[in-house]
């Protein structure tokens, strides 16, 4: 998020003027500047021109498509991407979140969960980015391929292992099955989805036994898994 702008500046970038006015509204209204675009072409250029600290972006555009969008902007800047979407289809959601997507809404949508969501994610990136975080109760040794919960040291598999990297790295962040599959392995065998939902079974058993309060990984209906502790420290 830019450090110097006291008020977020929310970039809309929707082709339909009437619901882009209604987004305009309902987040001015919550006290952040907005800037729309109806084009998708328009918006890398106007990114690194201007630094907004969202986008909500509409996957359907003329001159490029919002995935498109995304992938172009995913390759300079690390700034919080909402797809609108009226495509529902699970597809359409796990490529969205494959390219770097930080969160997706579906129409039609409530103005008053679209502004919701823009201040969650907000939040977050904002606590993210503070130098005096606490630090992380979670402890990942890339080196010695050993973790610890609270300084209490956690006996997980190689698998369980990476899988526990690759989530606490980027808390909040939906994975699928195959993304973390690809994780998982690099000799390419064949297993199938499943696998995932029991390595994760067992890790989530192993974490809860240190912690029975804190969430550790959420099943996400229909796409996958994210790590909901707000950090992790990698050594």
């Known amino acids: 998020m830019n450090q110097a702008r006291t008020i977020p500046l929310i970039l809309i970038v929707e082709d339909e003027p009437k619901l882009g006015q209604l987004m305009i509204d ?3 209204a919550a006290n952040y500047h907005t800037h729309h675009l109806l084009r998708g072409d328009e918006v890398v250029d106007w990114v690194k021109l201007h630094a907004p600290d969202l986008v909500l972006l509409d996957l359907m555009l003329p001159g490029m498509d919002g995935l498109s969008v995304c992938r172009e902007l995913r390759s300079f800047s690390e700034l919080p991407v909402v797809m609108v979407t009226a495509k529902i289809e699970e ?3 796990l ?5 770097g997507a930080d969160d997706y809404i579906c129409k039609p949508f409530s103005p008053r969960e679209m502004v919701a969501r823009v201040k969650a994610i907000l939040k977050r990136c904002q606590r993210g980015s503070q130098k005096t975080l606490p630090v ?3 402890q990942v040794d890339e080196q010695r391929f050993q973790a610890s919960w609270d300084d209490k040291p956690l006996d997980l598999t190689p698998a369980e292992f990476r899988l526990l990297k690759t989530l606490s790295q980027q808390p909040g962040k939906v994975f699928s099955r195959e993304q973390l599959l690809n994780h998982l392995y690099d000799d390419y065998r064949v297993v199938t989805d499943r696998t995932i939902d029991s390595h994760i079974k067992n890790l989530r058993r192993k974490l809860e036994a240190l912690d029975a309060e804190q969430p550790f990984i959420r099943a996400v209906y229909g796409i996958g898994y994210r790590w909901e502790s707000d950090s992790c420290r990698l050594i």
């Open 26 to 28: 309902y987040l001015q």
């Open 91 to 93: 597809i359409d959601r």
């Open 95 to 99: 490529l969205g979140l494959e390219i």
């Open 136 to 138: 992380s109760p979670l």
